[in-house]
């Protein structure tokens, strides 16, 4: 069961430009959201969050989007850096139950 | 401070065989979590141990089974490998509702 989706298996940006990652969710019972970000032979990492009683959170130059009435999140890097080339997955949870995107690989062009 | 580490890195199995992963959490973490990675696909979550016993599991067979000891370590253990159980394995740890910390995963082959 695919309870959140990125419907967007790659992207690919300038460096300097803004990069925008997309996630939907169908479960309503989620409340708290995150961004993680995977290098090749690596565990994800946990980059940023939002609780589902905040619309924005911003960490430097990432800033995550959350719009509850369409059940989406965004999460936009600005300005990309090439070290930001990963892939970066949304994950959704509700009590101790987290679920994953399948992912979105960006590429950020020198 | 040692993040999360796994064992082994790297397994080789054959069908029908049985196979014990091994995951050891973050310093101060108390809660560990297991998931499948398949090629391609995002981590889907299989279960997770909390004081000794599985708090939530996901939609996995009971070929896959844990266990957590006293010391917050975790082992998944996997019965009657399918070929289809080939995946990057993933323990994550986490204190209360803190963000997940994973480790760098057990890459299993079944042939």
């Known amino acids: 069961d695919q309870q959140v989706k990125q419907n967007s298996p790659s992207l690919s940006v300038q460096e300097g430009r803004i990069s925008i990652l997309n996630c939907d969710y169908t479960?309503?019972?989620?409340?708290?959201f995150l961004w993680y970000k995977k290098y090749p032979a690596e565990g994800p990492t946990f980059l940023i969050s939002?609780?589902?009683?905040?619309d924005k959170n911003e960490d430097g130059r990432f800033t995550v989007f959350l719009n509850k009435s369409a059940k989406h999140l965004s999460l936009h890097i600005v300005p990309s850096q090439p070290g930001d080339s990963a892939v970066y997955f949304c994950?959704?949870?509700?009590?101790?139950?987290?679920?994953f995107g399948a992912g979105t690989r960006l590429t950020v062009k020198p | 401070d040692a993040g999360v580490t796994q064992s082994p890195t790297h397994l080789i199995k054959t069908r029908g065989q049985q196979v014990t992963l091994r995951c050891s959490p973050k310093?101060?973490?108390?809660?560990v979590s297991w998931y499948q990675q398949a090629l391609g696909q995002g981590p889907q979550f299989i279960f997770q141990?909390?004081?000794?016993?599985?708090?939530q599991r996901g939609n996995f067979p009971d070929r896959f089974s844990g266990h957590q000891f006293p010391n917050y370590s975790s082992e998944l253990n996997v019965n009657a490998l399918l070929l289809g159980d080939s995946a990057l394995y993933l323990c994550?740890?986490?204190?209360?509702?803190?963000?997940?910390?994973f480790g760098n995963g057990t890459r299993l082959t079944v042939t």
């Open positions: 939002i609780s589902s009683i905040k």
């Open positions: 994950a959704a949870s509700a009590y101790y139950d987290m679920r």
């Open positions: 994550a740890s986490s204190h209360h509702f803190s963000p997940l910390h």
């Open positions: 479960n309503s019972m989620f409340d708290y």
């Open positions: 141990y909390y004081e000794e016993e599985e708090r």
């Open positions: 310093s101060g973490h108390d809660t």
